[in-house]
């Protein structure tokens, strides 16, 4: 059998976890043979043969012994260089890049396609659980109908730790901070683009199409406010910041990244602090629930370890679906019903609403039930950027199969 | 690309909801060119063309134009007569009978070999939920330490009726039977079997070890009672019917099939009705769960489809951890911590047990909680089926991290 020899790009949490997790591993017949860093020489948790370091990129791409390269570096731009590099040379890639990956799909297809050459990157998506993977392989047919969940860990224990455990947003985001959870720099967790780039890559496998992350409403959580955990409370749901891509009907699919009402007889109603939780709907199927760790070091190098065994057997995304004969397009064309909170930002000035359901009007916040369509929330993403605006999905409509 | 003709075997439920999915498939690239059945005039609720039926096996196997045979059969003898003859003129085959399968897959993976040729069966193991399949393609690592769930819809139908809506145990076996959930002989179902066929193919897959199902500890929910349920109900547990394959140390691993108290903050707690729930357990992930409909005609037929078109690909199980250096062998040395409930039979007579923890005796029942091996349990198992004797796990012990 196949020995792989692994060029590592990348020694932080998940580096460091993958070298681990390649030590408990007897069977996996793989072994990292050089890692990549900025400075060799920096002191770090997991202690490593200093021989293993360079922070030459080409001494492991000129490598001849190299045959895979793993790539979990934190900078997108230098994570597209290497993938590029290794892949236009024929050295098969797994990466955990979701920003890059994101940006870069269409063409890192094709570079595959062309060089006949490998990019595996399951743990982009959710971690440990084995999304990507499951709608290559197992639902690699026209019964899907949609990929819905919470794909982002920090965001999420941020709601857990505000809505069961009643403690303040700010303290929550402290704690998420301290525990690892989320990056020194929030907003990629909190402002959805995490999430926003995993259901890009998700959508790639579920219905076969990209779409470019700007063309996709994404709202996160950052301008939560006690008043709407009350309101939630109040009617018995949870806010909870879901990604989801939906077939509308036979020629149409449509997707968005917002916070949502959900109630408890949903499965991600009870996916709580730094879980992921996937729902994937099908004709026939009806729904299947995936539930596990979606970050961290060791559930993250645990993903990374399924894609470099893949390896072993020369697996490869074959992207199926991007050749289907009927292929639903993306639109923004459909009709949402939200909750939009605010308080100095006259909203109803923004936003055209469709139809007004509910208004509140008080003495610390105001806010509007109606439906409006997705383009307009698009449209008006931009200018919906104030703190005293929080934006929620009421899933009632063409969600109203029960999701 | 290969267009796949489909030699079926079966029109009962599930070959029904084959032949329905394959029409909802635009890109399935399927077809089916010949039905065997015992009766191709019986009249059925799927509209078939007649001239697609025959009742000889012999027209599907010396055809071909069939490329396929997908064996969906309630008789497990004849399944296996249907399936070796396939593989052995090396015609592929996808099946969905646990029950052949947990007895002959040693032989058959044998042929699999030899012949070069690829059997898949996905569907024989909780219906739509991939269990097999990433236990083969994505946990198929060192990590892997445990898979548990309920592998069995009816008997979990049931369970439920009694334990959330206070329906009586012949109640709701009459109702499982009237929805279709339990066959007309439901001891298959209740007596653990079907859990147990499912666990011997698990664990193929998830250890790389054949287990026949006879060294197995199996004991079904026939025999619960209301002084059970209310035990249960007042220490805040539902019992549930629970299949387990367990690594117990690096050089060891356990299963087997009982009730189980399962207390609220465990995955399976909530999963009810015809639902299938498997938790996945790792070193360095954690708990994965999965969750969806285990059975049924559409979601059978929806993991068929899966395998069906898996075969476009030439995809096979590879069997891979058969191979590893280091396999944990089976035990049944390890000790349970167990409820026996009993009337007339003197259970106490019957069982060895290494510790007594509690015992009650009152005018309707008696119970003993202790700790007993489960090699002990095993070797009593021919005199533990007396009607007024019901037992279940209480997961503490080796399961004391938490299962």
Not at 258 to 264: H, K, L, N
């Amino acid at each position: 059998m196949a020995q792989i020899k692994i060029g590592l790009f990348g020694f932080g949490v998940v580096g460091q976890g993958i070298y681990e997790v390649l030590r408990k591993s007897v069977n996996a017949n793989a072994e990292i043979v050089k890692i990549c860093v900025r400075n060799p020489d920096k002191p770090r948790k997991t202690q490593a043969d200093r021989a293993l370091f360079t922070a030459s990129a080409d001494e492991i791409l000129d490598n001849p012994a190299v045959n895979l390269i793993v790539e979990v570096i934190d900078d997108a731009e230098a994570s597209y260089r290497i993938v590029k590099s290794a892949l236009l040379r024929g050295i098969p890639v797994v990466s955990g890049n979701k920003t890059m990956l994101a940006h870069h799909l269409p063409e890192l297809i094709d570079i595959q396609k062309q060089h006949n050459v490998a990019l595996l990157y399951d743990a982009s998506s959710c971690g440990s659980i084995p999304v990507i993977r499951n709608l290559e392989e197992y639902y690699d047919n026209d019964l899907l109908l949609e990929v819905k969940g919470i794909l982002n860990g920090s965001s999420n224990y941020i709601l857990s730790r505000v809505f069961d455990h009643h403690a303040g947003y700010a303290d929550a985001l402290r704690q998420a901070q301290e525990l690892g959870f989320a990056e020194s720099d929030p907003s990629f967790d909190i402002e959805g683009y995490d999430s926003l780039f995993k259901l890009v890559i998700i959508t790639v496998h579920a219905l076969g199409t990209y779409v470019a992350p700007e063309r996709i409403f994404t709202y996160g959580i950052s301008t939560i406010h006690d008043s709407d955990i009350r309101y939630a409370r109040e009617k018995g749901v949870k806010i909870k910041l879901v990604a989801q891509v939906v077939k509308v009907s036979d020629e149409h699919f449509t997707m968005f990244v917002m916070p949502e009402f959900v109630s408890p007889s949903k499965y991600i109603y009870s996916v709580d602090d730094e879980y992921n939780g996937v729902v994937i709907r099908g004709e026939c199927y009806d729904r299947q629930f995936m539930f596990g760790k979606g970050a961290g070091s060791l559930p993250t190098a645990s993903s990374i370890l399924s894609d470099i065994m893949a390896r072993l057997h020369d697996y490869r995304y074959e992207y199926k679906k991007r050749n289907y004969l009927r292929k639903p397009d993306y639109t923004t064309d459909i009709t949402l019903k939200i909750y939009a909170r605010y308080r100095t930002t006259d909203i109803r000035r923004i936003l055209r609403f469709e139809k007004i359901c509910e208004q509140y009007t008080g003495e610390e916040s105001n806010y509007v039930i109606g439906e409006i369509a997705l383009s307009e929330l698009l449209a008006k993403r931009p200018q919906l950027t104030g703190d005293d605006v929080f934006l929620a999905n009421i899933p009632v409509f063409f969600l109203s199969r029960d999701n």
